[in-house]
């Protein structure tokens, strides 16, 4: 902890640059506390934490914590804060408590989770807002536009959009009033069959048919969302969902192949494209998180014998074996991958490809093509992974045993040109908690100022959430 004698103001007389090689030695917690001190200790703790993002932060981590600020000057003390604040302490992992359970109504079809705030969207177009740390919080309004089908936060300008039947809709909270205030956004979409949203900083991307993807950028807000059409991607196989990360978005096609497209020309430009998955083909339980594919070796059960229902998982391993670990997830960073396809594709020479034609070559070339590899989540704990979800530095599963597994994703691949995060699923977790004896369908991670919050559903139990104590609790 710092401690200023108020009498002694030469601290405050030293010159930046002696300031920062002080603060360089200061912990995180008093780095960010600082910043509150005055201007000067806030410009010195803005240059210590921009330094200490670049050096210790993987860098699809920081794009992702960069993306999620308010749109304008960087507050990089803000952004440290964010990811000293995702890390868990270890010590208080046994205090979890009693979960808190998320009463929402059996209708919902839709729900997005930021930090102790869970909005929610029904069958009959309720959009509602709750926090776990106030039962008597929600707040509700309605799209007037059929149900809800999706919801998405574009943070970086206090944003909720909504995708309904037809419309694409857009409020903003005012907490002082308690009510959604609806934005007229500055163009008309009719939105097609996919109601898939997805967002970067300030895009976002929705589809108006299964083929189309368009993508916006909101330059202002006032009473009207005011946007530029960035980008327009249209191509013969449907889309089964995308996600839009940096100036690319990947996707996942009905073929079962995994592609990504450059947003820099109007019509977009494909970067790489990948053989075909069957688990992304027959539609699998699949997702995006920041540039990583995950997706699942689990089939419907509903599909093949009629006694279980429509929505209960079985993992393809198990149906030969016991449920013991062994199902894997087929997961993969396409973003450096993409990069190098494209550079390589757009760099050809005739002459070298002849005289560099050999069996290696051309295993690579072909091998380049699977972007994703075999993992196995739950074998060191010997319980099958139904669900998954990645933010900043932990990665959350749930398990069919009914468990919740904490792993840590914050460590740098060392094979990774672009210093990006390793998905490492080796080790043991950080934490396993048994919560249910149920399997766990749906599991979720929110950051508050001083803990961090597990949320988990089952088939029959309401949304719940554990929290942990952070880096930044007291």
């Known amino acids: 902890m710092i401690i200023i004698d108020k009498e002694v103001d030469g601290v405050h007389n030293l010159p930046v640059e002696v300031l920062e090689e002080i603060f360089s030695y200061v912990d995180d917690r008093d780095v960010i506390s600082s910043a509150w001190v005055s201007l000067q200790w806030n410009d010195v703790c803005q240059r210590v934490a921009r330094r200490r993002c670049a050096n210790k932060v993987p860098q699809d981590i920081l794009t992702e914590l960069l993306s999620e600020q308010e749109w304008g000057v960087v507050d990089w003390v803000e952004v440290w804060r964010c990811w000293v604040g ?3 302490r270890l010590d208080t992992v046994e205090e979890t408590g009693t979960p808190k359970v998320v009463k929402l109504p059996q209708e919902v079809t839709a729900t997005v989770i930021d930090g102790s705030f869970v909005y929610s969207g029904n069958d009959d177009g309720t959009l509602e807002l709750r926090d776990i740390d106030h039962k008597n919080f929600p707040i509700q309004t309605n799209i007037n536009d059929g149900k809800v089908h999706s919801i998405a936060l574009v943070k970086s300008y206090d944003l909720v959009m909504v995708a309904g039947e037809k419309d694409l809709h857009f409020f903003r909270m005012n907490f002082i009033a308690r009510t959604w205030d609806k934005l007229q956004p500055d163009f008309g979409l009719d939105i097609g069959q996919n109601k898939h949203l997805s967002i970067f900083g300030p895009r976002f991307s929705i589809s108006d048919n299964e083929k189309v993807i368009h993508v916006y950028e909101i330059f202002y807000v006032g009473q009207t969302v005011r946007t530029d059409r960035i980008c327009e991607i249209t191509q013969d196989m449907s889309w089964v969902q995308w996600k839009l990360w940096r100036e690319k978005i ?56 009629s006694n279980y229902g429509p929505h209960t998982y079985v993992y393809m391993s198990d149906r030969w074996g016991t449920r013991n670990g062994t199902g894997y997830w087929m997961v993969g960073p396409v973003d450096d991958l993409s990069d190098k396809c494209f550079l390589d594709d757009n760099d050809f020479d005739m002459d070298e490809a002849i005289t560099s034609y050999t069996t290696s070559s051309q295993f690579e070339m072909l091998m380049r093509g699977f972007c994703l590899k075999k993992i196995y989540p739950g074998l060191s704990t010997a319980d099958d992974v139904t669900c998954i979800v990645l933010k900043r530095r932990l990665m959350l599963c749930g398990t069919n045993c009914g468990a919740l597994l904490v792993f840590s994703a914050d460590k740098e691949d060392s094979e990774s040109t672009s210093k990006h995060s390793k998905i490492d699923f080796d080790s043991k ?12 369908v749906k599991v979720d991670l929110g950051f508050t100022d001083s803990e961090i919050l597990l949320y988990y559903k089952t088939y029959t139990e309401d949304l719940s959430c554990i929290s942990l104590k952070s880096e930044m609790s007291v």
């Open 86 to 88: 995702s890390k868990i």
């Open 429 to 440: 977790p950080l934490a396993k908690m048994k919560i249910s004896m149920e399997p766990i």
């Open 250 to 305: 990947i996707g996942m096609q009905i073929n079962g192949e995994i592609v990504v497209y450059s947003l820099l020309g109007q019509k977009g430009e494909l970067m790489y494209k990948s053989e075909p998955y069957t688990v992304v083909m027959y539609k699998n339980p699949s997702w995006i998180f920041r540039d990583i594919v995950f997706c699942s070796t689990l089939a419907s059960r509903g599909l093949l014998n």
